[in-house]
């Protein structure tokens, strides 16, 4: 079984940055497309950016020129670098690791919260 485990999530101003971390379980990390997703209060799960296992990126409009994912294969590790961070950012951020093809896998870790507030 995969585990995926975030951290780094907090309470920062408007205008500030967090570091997201998400850690990954298992031998799986290097196959797979990883992902960052938020959910705030009352709306949907939706895509914030994501890495597939050849370093292609690609990022909400929402978060472009802001937001920066990266991942370090060693350490079955994914980074979100989140700068100029604005209240409508806050949510629950949730990591993902994905593949289409075979062996095919989706694993969800459990969300950390970002709040962005003064």
């Known amino acids: 079984q995969v585990q995926l485990v975030e951290s780094g999530g907090g309470l920062v101003q408007p205008g500030g940055s967090l570091r997201l971390s998400c850690a990954a379980s298992?031998?799986?990390?290097?196959?797979?497309?990883m992902g960052w997703y938020r959910q705030a209060p009352g709306k949907q799960r939706e895509l914030v950016a994501r890495?597939?296992?050849?370093?292609?990126?690609g990022y909400a409009d929402s978060v472009k020129g802001r937001f920066a994912i990266s991942r370090d294969n060693a350490k079955n590790t994914v980074f979100l670098q989140m700068n100029s961070l604005k209240p409508e950012d806050t949510a629950v951020y949730y990591c993902?690791?994905?593949?289409?093809?075979?062996?095919?896998?989706?694993?969800w870790g459990q969300g950390t919260q970002v709040t962005v507030s003064s």
């Open positions: 993902n690791a994905n593949r289409r093809g075979l062996p095919k896998f989706d694993y």
């Open positions: 298992g031998s799986i990390f290097r196959l797979a497309t």
């Open positions: 890495i597939t296992n050849d370093d292609t990126t």
